[in-house]
């Protein structure tokens, strides 16, 4: 994340898109990822960029996705809502990158990008595109097979990250989960309780949850 902030704010073009170790494009990607952004005729002021749907391959073999037709513009936790896409790529506007940087913590290497793009699904849509520009099949040594430790070796990200998820989650049981998951990692970050409530966006929900946690683990060790 360090590298793709560096790369961010030295990059002049319109649009920037990250290509994981993992991922290739295929041949005419680049061409219809400009296509789809500069045939756009209405403003684009509230347009951040360019998504599509990744072809993940499972042993050589391409997953298939079930995707409504129809789309024009979305965000990414709408194409998760709606379909069973689980690996989006993402063309993004630079200018907008330049002010969401991954706010990378000093003494861990990771943070996941779902915490900015978190953020730009609030202000911003993306244009979508049906065809798969990319291909990707994750690595026995990647992150996204070891992610289990990747958090475990990163809890000030993901306590950051889970705090993002909590500040505009409506249903109640998913923000206590949220929560839940930001004190947990708060605490594996050596955070002490004050600082964890803090350090919340929802303090009192953080204390609230925080004495449910102790009664629960409290009934289960009687």
């Known amino acids: 994340m360090r590298a793709s902030n560096l790369a961010v704010s030295m990059v002049c073009t319109e649009l920037f898109m990250c290509c994981d170790s993992d991922d290739y494009l295929a041949n005419n990607a680049v061409e219809k990822i400009v296509s789809r952004w500069v045939s756009y005729s209405e403003t684009k002021k509230d347009i951040s960029g360019v998504i599509f749907p990744s072809t993940m391959l499972n042993a050589g073999v391409p997953l298939k996705y079930n995707i409504p037709q129809g789309l024009d513009k979305i965000t990414l936790k709408e194409l998760h809502t709606i379909s069973n896409v689980n690996e989006a790529n993402l063309v993004l506007r630079t200018d907008i990158l330049k002010q969401y940087p991954f706010h990378v913590q000093d003494d861990e290497n990771f943070i996941t990008e779902d915490s900015v793009y978190h953020l730009l699904d609030r202000q911003y849509q993306m244009l979508f595109v ?56 708060s605490r594996k970050a050596g955070f002490n309780t004050l600082q964890i409530i803090r350090r919340s966006s929802h303090p009192f929900g953080v204390l609230i949850r925080m004495i449910r946690m102790f009664f629960h683990q409290l009934k289960h060790n009687v």
């Open 130 to 185: 049906y065809d798969q520009l990319t291909i990707c099949e994750y690595q026995s040594d990647g992150y996204s097979k070891n992610i289990g430790i990747v958090m475990s070796q990163n809890p000030k990200g993901y306590a950051y990250y889970y705090n993002i998820l909590s500040e505009d989650e409506y249903n109640v049981t998913q923000r206590n989960d949220f929560l839940k998951q930001y004190i947990l990692f």
